[in-house]
């Protein structure tokens, strides 16, 4: 919360997100961010399946940009469709996966080391 107490004014969704990893890696090696192993593989197995999805995602985009390219008016309406709308949210959503293809290896290494493995 905000000093000020005004946290209902604080960005949220897909635009407002901030990243923490190189927090979250400090906070492990210098020993604040500690968990026990059973609950590490826990996180680390949904931050890796939530790094799958983001790597996903981004390359639907890359190819259905890459597919409206190279087909240009010989598409079929339903692909058509199906290509717009993955490039639609690839670009409303593109700086926040690629900021998560950077920040989520952090996150999984920070639990790692929070937990006594590397």
Same mark, same amino acid.
Request: avoid cysteine; hydrophobic fraction near 45%; proline fraction near 3%.
């Given at each position: 919360?905000?000093? /000020? *107490?005004? #946290?209902?004014?604080?960005?949220r969704g897909t635009? *407002?997100?901030?990243?923490?990893?190189?927090?979250?890696?400090?906070?492990?090696?210098e020993g604040w961010?500690?968990?026990?192993?059973?609950?590490?593989?826990?996180?680390?197995?949904?931050?890796?399946?939530?790094?799958?999805?983001?790597?996903?995602?981004?390359?639907? +985009?890359?190819?259905?940009?890459?597919?409206?390219?190279?087909?240009? /008016?010989?598409?079929?309406?339903?692909?058509?469709?199906v290509a717009v /709308? #993955?490039?639609?949210?690839?670009?409303?959503? +593109?700086?926040?996966?690629?900021? +998560?293809?950077?920040?989520?290896?952090?996150?999984?290494? +920070?639990?790692?080391?929070?937990?006594?493995?590397?």
């Amino acid at each position: 919360m905000r000093s /000020d *107490g005004n #946290a209902a004014h604080e960005p949220r969704g897909t635009t *407002g997100e901030k990243f923490a990893g190189d927090l979250l890696l400090r906070l492990a090696r210098e020993g604040w961010l500690v968990v026990s192993p059973e609950q590490a593989d826990d996180v680390v197995a949904e931050l890796e399946h939530t790094l799958d999805v983001v790597r996903s995602l981004v390359r639907r +985009a890359q190819l259905s940009r890459r597919l409206l390219d190279v087909a240009g /008016d010989d598409i079929e309406p339903d692909v058509d469709r199906v290509a717009v /709308d #993955a490039v639609f949210a690839g670009q409303i959503a +593109a700086d926040t996966w690629q900021r +998560a293809l950077v920040e989520l290896p952090k996150y999984i290494e +920070a639990f790692r080391i929070a937990s006594g493995r590397r």
